[in-house]
Structure formats: structure tokens, C-alpha cells
């Protein structure tokens, strides 16, 4: 016996088991003539979702910006979906038919399954990644695509699908940069003495930054007169090092002084 399963839910869908060999099955969807999705983006993540869970395949027939119509992979199947836009000047999308009776066979089944791809994957583990440091690696994320969604994935969908739920949850490395001088400018406004500075190149490309706390700077009056420097390659898309000046206090224990960040350890960074 075979449970289809309904959108946004583990828990097996209102309808009846089905047999495997059954010629026709309902895809289990809540989908219906009329009904009106914020983008086609919203419909395509839905759709997705209930394929890899409901066991079957679909492609697209025609796509553009106000049009999209899809149909089961099995050309002589009957299952189809035909949506547009309310009007061309909207976001929003309107079913205009739907069939949503397979009348294809659950005996032919593809276990690398076209609607698993990377963006998908990553939705679908992105909130295991929050309030975490690493959260799930490559290996788990195959496990749970096969176990919880059905599909056969590669390590490396596997990959793509993580660096997509860290972009979802934490933003992307260009995302960080771009809010630099603004995350800067707030720390010298809420911490007074606080000592900032980014460098950029001739193409007002990232080239260095330097951190220094205006708590950090007037603490170290108390501290051991020693500043030790060191630095450590980061492992990011786009590389660099990390360097760190500390102090020592009485007990002997490490003071943070500032930060940078540079290209790498050079004359001109250390300067």
C-alpha cells in the first residue's frame, strides 16, 4: 500500500490508500480551478514538494512570464496544471485548469526524481540550520532526500542543496559586504570610542577591514603591557585572513583588542 501525502504536512493526506498497481491515482494536491498564488515562484515550491512526496514526475509543456503549463512526465498520462497571471501587470497567479487524476502507473518511477533539485532541497532543510553552528553536512542532507523525500541525490545536489539553506537563513557572502559600512557605522554610534575602517580597491572592491571597540580600547590601560598578533586563513568563498591583537590581563588570560581582515599576510596588510 502507498500513501500519498497533502501539502505542508508528514501526515498521510485525506485520501485513500492506493494500490501500486493501481492504472490511476490522485496526486493528493489541494489544488483546484480558480485557486490564486502570490507568484509563480509560491507554486512552483508547492508543486515540487508534493511530487518527491506523492512519488510522481512532472515537466514543463510551455513557460513564460505570465504562463506556465505542466504535465506528467508520462506523455500518455492525463495529469496536467495550467496556470497565468490575473492580469499582465500582476504577480499573482490563477489556476486555469487542472487535471489531477495520473492515469499513468506508480510501477514507473524515477528514484533520481527531476523536482529534487538543490533550491528545493535546500527550502526543505534550511530550518535545521537555525540557531546552529554547522548544522546538517552533505551526507545527512542525502539521507534525509531519500528517506523523508524519495529521491536519489548526489553529494554534490547534496552540497548546493546546504550552501542554498545557509544563503536562506544567514544571507550570502555579498549580502554580508554590502551591509558592512552600514553594521559599522551602528557599532561607532552605539559604542563611543569604537574605531572602524574598511578599505576597498580601484573597482570599490572589499579589501580590508579593521575593527577595534571603543570598550576594548579603553580596558587595555589595565592590562599587561605585551600585544601579541597572529592571523589565520579563512576558509569562506573568497578566502583571506583573519588577524586578531590581544592583550594579557592579571590572571593571564587572553584581552581582545581589534580585528582585521586582509587578502593575506603581507607588508601592506599588516600596515
Known amino acids: 500500500m502507498l500513501w500519498l501525502t497533502g501539502a505542508g504536512s508528514d501526515e498521510p493526506a485525506n485520501v485513500p490508500t492506493i494500490e501500486a498497481s493501481d492504472s490511476t491515482f490522485s496526486d493528493g494536491l489541494d489544488l483546484h480551478e480558480g485557486k490564486y498564488f502570490n507568484t509563480k515562484k509560491d507554486l512552483k515550491r508547492k508543486l515540487s514538494n508534493i511530487a518527491m512526496k506523492g512519488n510522481f514526475e512532472f515537466r514543463t509543456r510551455k513557460s513564460n512570464r505570465s504562463l506556465w503549463v505542466i504535465e506528467c512526465i508520462n506523455p500518455n498520462c492525463s495529469w496536467r496544471l495550467r496556470v497565468s497571471k490575473i492580469v499582465p501587470e500582476s504577480t499573482k ?88 559600512p552600514s553594521y559599522f557605522h551602528m557599532l561607532e554610534k552605539l559604542n563611543p570610542g569604537t574605531v572602524t575602517r574598511i578599505e576597498v580597491d580601484g573597482e570599490s572592491r572589499f579589501k580590508y577591514l579593521f575593527l577595534a571597540f571603543g570598550v576594548a580600547i579603553r580596558g587595555f590601560c589595565y592590562m599587561r603591557k605585551v600585544v601579541g598578533i597572529d592571523g589565520t586563513f579563512l576558509k569562506g568563498q573568497y578566502r583571506g585572513v583573519l588577524l586578531v591583537a590581544t592583550a594579557q590581563d592579571g590572571n593571564g588570560q587572553c584581552y581582545p583588542l581589534a580585528w582585521g581582515i586582509v587578502d593575506s599576510e603581507n607588508e601592506d596588510a599588516w600596515t
Open 93 to 180: 497567479f490563477v489556476i486555469r485548469k487542472y487535471v489531477g487524476l495520473h492515469s499513468c502507473s506508480l510501477l514507473n518511477r524515477n528514484a533520481n526524481h527531476r523536482q529534487a533539485t538543490y533550491v528545493v532541497i535546500g527550502e526543505q532543510v534550511a530550518p535545521q540550520y537555525v540557531g546552529v553552528e554547522k548544522g546538517p553536512c552533505p551526507k545527512s542532507i542525502q539521507t534525509f532526500a531519500r528517506t523523508e523525500l524519495g529521491a536519489q541525490i548526489s553529494y554534490y545536489k547534496a552540497w548546493r542543496g546546504r550552501k542554498h539553506a545557509h544563503t536562506l537563513i544567514r544571507g550570502s557572502p555579498e549580502q554580508s559586504f554590502h551591509v558592512l
